[in-house]
């Protein structure tokens, strides 16, 4: 038989041991908040949320109109993760805003495209012609590599994968580069002679860079695209299984499928 003592001991331990086990069961069902652009990524990740439902992780996805925000919302712990850039642009993001933000796993690669309502060819273009390029940094210079290799522009050798317009060093056709946010390059098409596309913004427009594109990036590209977390999280299992789910056959076949080589596995 208890004594009084006794009794409201264990009344308080029971005070403490249910709201645990009720906080316990809440963490387990709360969903994992994911980042995406919208376009290919939200489709990819529909995917992926379907693969991971098999696994027990439960995924809520919440799409953006551009490449500033998802990192922004990681990092203040809006998201739990994102899944939309290559690795160079995150670096570019850590080192300019002091995230603490970091890669857990490989996804797919969009292929970037230069694309003209103009010209059927590269090598049409006329001098003076005005092209367009993303206006971050990661990505203008991976559009100036783009042009650089369909053989419109030389940059400087030490201008890297960071290259700006500042460091093109021979352009013969003289061609007007303009700077504009990377989701507005579909639409101003029509003003511009030319444009180097994102293709997770080409494909939404219709634009589809095996088909449509007049230059297109070299196979060997340092563009593979990340999942990213924040850097006090990237050990948790979860996430794991996260990218696991990504990276599976239903995925890979899904992509094939449906993008048909405008977008391509890293697995």
Known sequence: ?????????????????????????WAQDKPIKVGVTAGPHAEIFEVVKKVAEKDGLKIQIVEFSDYVQPNAALNAGDLDVNSYQHLPYLEAQIKDRGYKLSNIGYTVNFPMGAYSKKVKAIGDLASGARIGIPNDPTNGGRALLVLESAGLIKLRPDAGLKA??????????????????AAQLPRALDELDAAVI??????????????????????????????????????????????????????????????????????
């Open 1 to 25: 038989m208890l004594n009084r003592r006794s009794f409201a001991a264990l009344i308080v331990a029971a005070s403490f041991a249910v709201p645990a086990t009720i906080l316990s069961s």
């Open 198 to 267: 994102n293709t997770n913004y080409a494909i939404p427009a219709g634009l589809n860079p095996k088909r449509d594109s007049i230059a297109i990036e070299t196979p060997k590209s340092p563009y593979v695209n990340i999942i990213a977390v924040r850097t006090q999280d990237k050990d948790k299992p979860e996430y794991a299984k996260l990218v696991q789910a990504y990276r599976s056959p239903e995925v890979k076949a899904f992509v094939e499928e449906k993008f048909k080589g405008a977008v391509v596995t890293s697995w």
């Open 164 to 181: 700006t317009p500042l460091d093109i060093a021979e352009n013969p056709k003289k061609l007007k580069i303009v700077e504009l946010d």
